[in-house]
């Protein structure tokens, strides 16, 4: 049966009548769960690796023969595994400031640092998981290290029974007086990511075969764009190495980091009396307000010609989008 054990430990300050401060850890542990992969699955009957084996690579099979009589099957097929076998645990430290009706401003900031780690985020997962759990037990992909959330809503104090322009015409009003401001301000560190390769000499022909070894220099670009992310493999490269024949890369898994996600939404919005009863809204929203272009992670084929190559936006991972504006108005009584 799957399990979750969750941890909150929180402490908050009260600086001043209207804000507060929190800082805390948040965490959970997985045991029993299913599968990080995407189809929550991962081959019971997977291809082991020996090195110097140049026969039937069927013969490899746990279900074939390999292992002993009694799992002589001759089964050469994969077998999915859909079990509660694998295991995950999140651990962060979650801050928040708080500002509440000061001069008609309020905030909420949150800051969050965390890191996720979990079976099957990495290459290969059905030969890690069923051969090699260390191997397979890596950070998440899933999740930036670091997001900021900044969400505030500022009652602007001019205009008719505010703080300025109180007496004000009633016609300059309908023009000037009584806006509200809102937005969300959001940023995101660089998701995580880890190099691969599309071949070598003597690379195994089962398993994890798709991972150089460690270098000694920069994965990283000198000036880092959507054109040259990171660095490919090429003479002169101390980034990365080949494999020795017949063993596996040991490149750690998704600690390199594409681009930051930064995404400004605000909303203008101001409310007409016509008369004692009746009220119109008038309203403005915009999604990405400053049309700001968020990049997806890069090509990551340090053998291919357009390694470090970033030719997506963050639209489908991140929530991310191109300005998009939408006017409303709303008559209440």
């Known amino acids: 049966m799957p399990v979750v054990y969750a941890y909150n430990f929180t402490v908050q300050h009260q600086l001043s009548s ?55 099957y001759g089964n050469t097929s994969n077998i999915d595994n859909y079990c509660n076998c694998a295991n995950n645990r999140y651990d962060s430290f979650q801050g ?3 500002v509440k009706a000061a001069s008609g401003f309020t905030l909420q900031g949150n800051y969050t640092y965390q890191l996720s780690q979990g079976n099957s985020f990495g290459p290969d997962e059905s030969y890690t998981f069923l051969y090699d759990r260390a191997a397979n037990y890596v950070y998440s992909d899933q999740f ?42 959001s940023y995101y560190s660089g ?19 798709n991972i150089p070894d460690k270098g000694s220099g920069s994965p990283y670009a000198p000036n ?16 990365y190495t080949l494999p020795a024949p017949n063993t596996f890369g040991n490149y750690p898994i998704n600690q390199l980091y594409g681009p930051q996600f930064v995404n400004v939404d605000a909303s203008i919005m101001k409310q007409f009396s016509i008369t004692e009863r009746f ?13 700001h272009t968020n990049l997806d992670n890069p090509n990551n084929d ?31 009584w």
């Not at 900044?150 to 015409?169: E, L, T």
Request: no cysteine.
């Open 18 to 72: 209207k804000i507060a401060f929190t800082a805390g850890y948040v965490g959970n542990s997985g045991r029993h769960q299913p599968n990080g992969v995407g189809d929550l699955a991962f081959n019971n009957n997977e291809v082991f690796f020996l090195p110097g084996f140049t026969g039937d690579q069927n013969t490899l099979r746990p279900f074939d023969g390999l292992l002993g009589p009694r799992y002589n």
């Open 96 to 98: 928040t400031v708080t």
């Open 144 to 185: 930036p290290r670091q997001q900021w959330v900044f969400a505030g809503n500022f009652d602007i104090p001019f205009g008719r029974g505010r703080k300025f322009g109180a007496n004000m015409n009633r016609f300059v009003d309908a023009a000037l007086g009584g806006w509200n401001l809102s937005g969300i301000f």
């Open 191 to 209: 998701r995580p990511f880890y190099p691969t390769l599309d071949s070598y000499p003597g690379k195994p022909y089962a398993g994890p075969n």
């Open 224 to 239: 880092r764009n959507r054109d040259h992310w990171i660095v490919g493999l090429a003479p002169g490269t101390t980034a």
């Open 279 to 291: 009220k119109f809204t008038l309203r403005m929203d915009a999604t990405n307000a400053f049309n």
């Open 302 to 332: 340090i053998q291919s010609s357009s390694v470090g190559q970033i030719t997506n936006i963050a639209f489908n991972n991140n929530g991310g989008s191109m300005r998009r504006l939408q006017y409303s108005g709303v008559i209440s």
